[in-house]
Every structure is written in C-alpha cells, then in structure tokens.
T-cell receptor, first 115, second 113 residues
Framework: DTGVSQDPRHKITKRGQNVTFRCDPISEHNRLYWYRQTLGQGPEFLTY????????KSRLLSDRFSAERPKGSFSTLEIQRTEQGDSAMYLC?????????????FGPGTRLLVL | GQQLNQSPQSMFIQEGEDVSMNCTSSSIFNTWLWYKQDPGEGPVLLIA?????ELTSNGRLTAQFGITRKDSFLNISASIPSDVGIYFCAGQLGSGNTGKLIFGQGTTLQVKP
C-alpha cells in the first residue's frame, strides 16, 4: 500500500497525559500537512512541512502542540497535557507540488478521545 | 479568515437521481478540490481543479472551477447507494508558498435504494 498511513487509528487518554501520533506520507511527497477535524465540521489546518522544514503553523496550534518531520520523511504530532477540547480526528495529508499544481492525499486519521 | 460556504448541508435522495452541491467563497482560490469522507475515515480525493472555468469528470462525477475563482460545484449523476457519505469542497489559496486547504462544512448525502 503506497497511501498515507497514520498510527494509531484510535487513542483514548486521560486529561493531562501526553500523546504522540505518527504519519507516514506517500513516498517522495515533499509536503506534509496536519489537520484537525471535529464532529460535523470540515478539517482545519494545523501545520505543514516542506521536507523537514516546518513552514507554517495555525493559531489553532497552541504551545501544547508540537510537530516534527525529521529527515523529511515521517512526521509526529505531540500534544502535551491533553485537555478534553483536544478530542478530535487528527488527519495527515501529503502532496508533491509540481509547478502551480498540488493535490493533497489524506491518511485514515487518528481519532483522539480525552476523558 | 477565509471561509467556504458549502450547500446544501444535507440531502436525502432516491437512488438514480442526480445530485448537485456547491461551494462559494469571498476569496479567490487557485485550486478547488472535492473529497468524500466515510465515517471514521480520512477524506478521499474525488476531483481536482486547477484552472478557472475548468470542467472535469470522474465517472459519474463532474466538477467545475468557477470562472470568478470564487466558487465550484460538484454533480453526481445516477446516484447509487455507495455514494452515501459526506462530501467536502476545499480551496487552496496558493498565495506565497502555502498549500494549506480551507474546507467547506460538508454536504451529507443519503441515498434511498
């Protein structure tokens, strides 16, 4: 399978705990995005990487959130001191920008529930 | 911030009927994308549009990039039960280097056999 993969698919944690999610993009895609989706809404942009550089962060990304993409391959998204409001689906997408055209392909998501 | 207005919010149709949904924005987009999402899964790309006025088909799906670059529509012809799901439009501003997508609120489609 050469699609975007995410791990874990589901995570239940207690408030105050730290969690980390992983995303493996499509091979050779140089851009990787993280989005958050709450029930009944469309995904909202959190941050993105071009290769290993994190080029943009949304105001939604509080200080408790950190993302990395070492070596420009897989990426991790960590949430420290989780809060109930962090409960959501966290989606990863990757793309290969060619000229002005860029199409993002999404992974299956990680659903987080904070108790 | 930028917003996409997607309508209708939901549709309940009979199998075999055609479906139309659209997105409008106050901002100009360089790219419009349409995705379908099933419960508990990530969005799956249906159609990508890169040029104003572009009309693109993918099987029973047809989408158009509005000439003003502020709107797009998606048509599904002869709907079948497996078309059930949530359809999202997404726009990409393209200004600078950012490729982030801005999503509509989604259209929930239900098809009665």
């Amino acid at each position: 399978d050469t699609g975007v993969s995410q791990d874990p698919r589901h995570k239940i944690t207690k408030r105050g705990q730290n969690v980390t999610f992983r995303c493996d993009p499509i091979s050779e895609h140089n851009r990787l995005y993280w989005y958050r989706q709450t029930l009944g809404q469309g995904p909202e942009f959190l941050t993105y990487f071009q290769n290993e550089a994190q080029l943009e962060k949304s105001r939604l990304l509080s200080d408790r959130f950190s993302a990395e993409r070492p070596k420009g391959s897989f990426s991790t998204l960590e949430i420290q001191r989780t809060e109930q409001g962090d409960s959501a689906m966290y989606l990863c997408a990757s793309s290969l920008r060619q000229g002005r055209e860029e199409t993002q392909y999404f992974g299956p998501g990680t659903r987080l529930l904070v108790l | 911030g930028q917003q996409l207005n997607q309508s209708p919010q939901s549709m309940f149709i009979q199998e075999g009927e055609d479906v139309s949904m659209n997105c409008t924005s106050s901002s100009i987009f360089n790219t419009w994308l349409w995705y379908k999402q099933d419960p508990g899964e990530g969005p799956v790309l249906l159609i990508a549009l890169y040029k104003a006025g572009e009309l693109t088909s993918n099987g029973r799906l047809t989408a158009q990039f509005g000439i003003t670059r502020k709107d797009s529509f998606l048509n599904i012809s002869a709907s079948i039960p497996s078309d059930v799901g949530i359809y999202f439009c997404a726009g990409q501003l393209g200004s600078g280097n950012t490729g982030k997508l801005i999503f509509g609120q989604g259209t929930t489609l239900q098809v009665k056999p």
